[in-house]
Structure formats: C-alpha cells, structure tokens
C-alpha cells in the first residue's frame, strides 16, 4: 500500500473525550479489536450508510506512515478492503481534522 493518507468519521463530542490524551480509542476498538477507518474514496460511502442525519461530525486525516499500531486492509462491506487499526490512534499521526456538516 502507498502512503496515501486513511480518514476517520467521529463526532466532535466523541473526539473531545480525548483531547487532553496523546491517542484516541474508537467504541469499536474495545467491541471489535480496531478503529474503523476509510480510505479517501470510502468516505461518502461510509457517511452515506452510517452517518445519515448525525450532527457535529469530524473527519481525521491520518498519515499511516507515523502510526504506532498495525493497519490491516480487511475485506468488509460489498467485499470492499477497508483499513482498520489494530490499537489506539496516536494523535501525532493525524494529520488534519475538519468538520463534515
């Protein structure tokens, strides 16, 4: 895989959570053992499905090169490989972080 940046949707109550923390931890991390992430042309995709009508959302733009934890492209939704995170995001791999709606 290139070093094309990986995103993640969260809401800004749940980042906030952990803006005094060196990482942020998704809910899915602890039900599922990774962070949901998407690649650029994911996005919408996610949004569309997940995301309809949630306010006050944020997407993280990630650089996976500085990542502590594995990042494995794992087949998902519509047989689609999709990045997934294998532990706590180190905030000082994000790269960026903008508000969606």
């Known amino acids: ?4 940046f990986v995103y993640h949707v969260v809401t800004a109550t749940d980042w906030a959570r952990w803006q005094d923390k060196p990482t942020y931890e998704a809910g899915s991390l602890a039900s599922e053992g990774f962070i949901h992430l998407s690649t650029e042309e ?4 996610v949004l569309e499905r997940y995301y309809q ?7 993280v733009q990630i650089d996976p090169a500085r990542l502590t934890h ?6 998902s939704t519509n047989n ?8 706590p995001l180190n905030k000082d791999a994000v790269v960026s972080v903008a508000t969606i709606r």
């Open 42 to 45: 994911q996005v919408a995709g």
């Open 80 to 87: 689609d490989r999709f990045p997934h995170l294998y532990g």
């Open 70 to 75: 594995e990042l494995k492209y794992d087949v």
């Open 1 to 4: 895989m290139s070093n094309e």
């Open 53 to 59: 009508g949630v306010p006050d959302l944020l997407l």
